[in-house]
């Protein structure tokens, strides 16, 4: 009975952690956090959004204290994102080139799956 106690007890903490955890590298707050860079343009800032569906981007983020870093980090992530959408349209255009034309909707969604599956590949 008493092991039982302490299980339930440990699985608590372990869960009290990670809601601990969730709050303190939520998406609010590390979008709240790009939006007082100043540095950033509303372009860099909508995709960097992007960039906080990851829990671990969202912690690397939000533990880097020295601004700076922090700013170095992001734009880095943010051309990261850029380069490989371009990437991928790039890769769409080539195609519709081998299997004949592609509309602007067809083109974009055929380079955004290819950019979704690089994506959840990495």
Same mark, same amino acid.
């Given at each position: 009975?008493?092991?039982?106690?302490?299980?339930?007890?440990?699985?608590?903490?372990?869960?009290?952690?990670?809601?601990?955890?969730?709050?303190?590298?939520?998406?609010?707050?590390?979008?709240?956090?790009?939006?007082?860079? =100043?540095?950033?343009? =509303?372009?860099?800032?909508?995709?960097?959004?992007?960039?906080?569906?990851?829990?671990?981007?969202?912690?690397?983020?939000?533990?880097?204290?020295?601004?700076?870093?922090?700013?170095?980090?992001?734009?880095?992530?943010?051309?990261?994102?850029?380069?490989?959408?371009?990437?991928?349209?790039?890769?769409?255009?080539?195609? @519709?080139?081998?299997?004949? @034309?592609?509309?602007?909707?067809?083109?974009?969604?055929?380079?955004?799956?290819?950019?979704?599956?690089?994506?959840?590949?990495?």
């Amino acid at each position: 009975m008493e092991f039982k106690k302490s299980q339930t007890s440990k699985t608590l903490e372990a869960l009290n952690e990670k809601k601990k955890r969730a709050e303190e590298f939520c998406f609010e707050k590390c979008a709240d956090q790009v939006d007082s860079i =100043n540095e950033l343009t =509303n372009d860099e800032k909508s995709y960097a959004m992007e960039l906080f569906e990851s829990d671990t981007n969202r912690e690397v983020f939000m533990k880097t204290k020295n601004p700076e870093v922090r700013l170095i980090w992001l734009k880095r992530k943010i051309r990261y994102v850029l380069y490989t959408v371009q990437l991928y349209f790039g890769a769409a255009c080539t195609c @519709s080139c081998i299997h004949g @034309s592609m509309d602007d909707t067809a083109m974009a969604v055929h380079a955004f799956s290819f950019w979704c599956l690089d994506y959840l590949n990495a």
